[in-house]
């Protein structure tokens, strides 16, 4: 079973910065996309920016310019750098990934979240 495990939320002053990792574990064949979303209290989840195993990266209109993904395919592990942090980026933040537990059976994959809170 693949297991996601986010680290490097926290509390950080609006124009900060921060940098989350998420690294999977367990047994698999391959990991196709990777990205991060989020949720604010009483708001939908939404995808904040995603990454193809090939390196092409899509982002929120919110984010763009300000985050930066990337990913380490050797290490199952995908980053999300966070630059210019506003308060209204507060929000629990989620790893997810497209993961090939064997050649024919894709899953999709969600960490626990890591609270991200931007003070003004």
């Known amino acids: 079973q693949v297991q996601l495990v986010e680290s490097g939320g926290g509390l950080v002053q609006a124009g900060g910065s921060l940098r989350l990792s998420c690294v999977a574990s367990?047994?698999?064949?391959?990991?196709?996309?990777m990205g991060w979303y989020r949720q604010a209290r009483e708001n939908q989840r939404e995808l904040v920016a995603s990454?193809?195993?090939?390196?092409?990266?899509n982002y929120a209109d919110s984010v763009k310019g300000r985050f930066t993904i990337s990913r380490d395919n050797a290490k199952s592990t995908v980053y999300l750098q966070m630059n210019s942090l506003k308060p209204e980026d507060t929000a629990v933040y989620y790893c997810?990934?497209?993961?090939?537990?064997?050649?024919?059976?894709?899953?999709?994959?969600w960490g626990q979240g890591t609270q991200v809170t931007v003070s003004s």
């Open positions: 997810n990934s497209r993961v090939k537990e064997t050649f024919f059976h894709t899953v999709d994959v």
């Open positions: 367990g047994s698999f064949y391959s990991i196709d996309v």
């Open positions: 990454i193809t195993r090939g390196g092409g990266s």
